[in-house]
């Protein structure tokens, strides 16, 4: 995944902390007995300090992904989740700083030979670095959190997908925990998954995706928060095919009326074949508007909609 590999991101502290130490270092194995010697001393010092910033600093900025050639999907997650313009500037001022120290470090090398103290220039020098790299720390926090965020998004490969989605609390990721690898989060109240996850499960030598999603209500795309929006951005970019619980027993705690509506939303966005399931067959009955009957709580009947997914996707796709 492509945000997997992004390291985490240091403050200007554990920067400056890093890289005077090591200049200290640099500076300690020195004789400084003649000015000659006192110079390339100090000179070295700044120099190690400079570049290990700036070389720290530009790297940062390598480490993130190029939004310019990132495949849809992601983008519009790094969109929802960080805000990609937002992401853009912040790391362009870490490079403005980076390019900054290399420039500033050039020019106090000069001002140190024509100096009649090198230790006071190197001071000085110091000073201006600790106020450059200072001044992006909010830049550098910004990125740590970003990095944080995008770390978490699940890889979703190369094999057919299916989305499961719904009302809240109806039941998609005990689905997805009975037929996949995954292992989500499941409890008796709305909201409990927060972002998307993935499993998988292999038919005839297929290895199927099984997306896990957050809830959805029934509102306004406007209205939706960043975690909704996960969900509508897996629905519109990764789906083979979308599973739709619905929970006609209503102990999610939204009618069905709601939950058929939402459905009929679905409809009318995305272009990707729907299979409704009604779940929590152990305690209702399936009544109208879901084409298949299960319990993720028994099993009963789940077998049926993965099979049934399984032939709606090997269709879509011959
Ligand atoms: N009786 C019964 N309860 C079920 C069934 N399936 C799930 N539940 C319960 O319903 C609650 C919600 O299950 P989850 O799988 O977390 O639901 P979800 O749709 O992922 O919920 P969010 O992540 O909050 O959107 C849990 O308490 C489950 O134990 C079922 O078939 N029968
Ligand atoms: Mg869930």
């Given amino acids: 995944m492509i945000f997997e590999k992004i390291p985490t991101v240091p403050t200007a502290e554990e920067l400056l902390d890093k890289s005077f130490r090591r200049a200290t270092r640099a500076k300690r194995g020195k004789q400084v007995l003649d000015r000659e010697s006192k110079l390339k001393a100090e000179e070295s010092m700044l120099l190690t300090a400079a570049n290990i910033l700036s070389d720290n600093l530009v790297s940062i900025v390598k480490k993130f992904p190029s939004f310019d050639q990132m495949p849809p999907f992601y983008l519009e997650l790094a969109e929802i989740l960080v805000g990609v313009e937002e992401m853009k500037m912040n790391l362009a001022s870490v490079q403005w700083a980076g390019n900054k120290i290399h420039e500033m470090a050039r020019k106090y090398v000069g001002m140190m030979r024509d100096s009649e103290d090198a230790k006071v ?46 009302y809240p609390n109806v039941g998609k990721s005990s689905f997805v925990a009975l037929v996949s690898s995954a292992r989500p989060e499941i409890a008796p109240y709305p909201f409990t998954t927060k972002g998307l996850a993935v499993g998988h499960f292999t038919r005839e030598g297929i290895r199927y995706q099984v997306i896990d999603t957050p809830g959805l209500l029934d509102r306004p795309l406007e209205e939706r928060n960043e975690i909704e929006l996960q969900a509508i951005s897996a629905l519109k970019h990764v789906g083979k095919v979308i599973l739709y619980i619905i929970d006609p027993s209503e102990t999610c705690g939204f009618s069905l009326d709601k939950q058929m ?34 319990s993720t709580l028994t099993g009963e009947g789940v077998e049926a909609v993965l099979e049934q997914l399984v032939e709606i996707v090997t269709k879509v796709n011959t």
Avoid: T
Wanted: glycine share 8%; no cysteine; net charge positive.
């Fill in 121 to 166: 220039v190197r001071k000085q020098a110091f000073a201006r670095m600790a106020s450059i790299v200072d001044s992006v720390d909010g830049n550098l926090r910004f990125l740590n959190d970003a990095r944080n965020k995008l770390k978490k998004l699940p890889d979703i490969g190369e094999g057919p997908a299916i989305v499961v989605a719904g």
């Fill in 261 to 294: 509506h939402l459905l009929a939303e679905i409809k009318k966005e995305f272009n990707v074949p729907i299979l409704v399931a009604a779940n929590k067959a152990d305690i209702s009955a399936p009544g109208e508007g879901a084409d298949m009957s299960m």
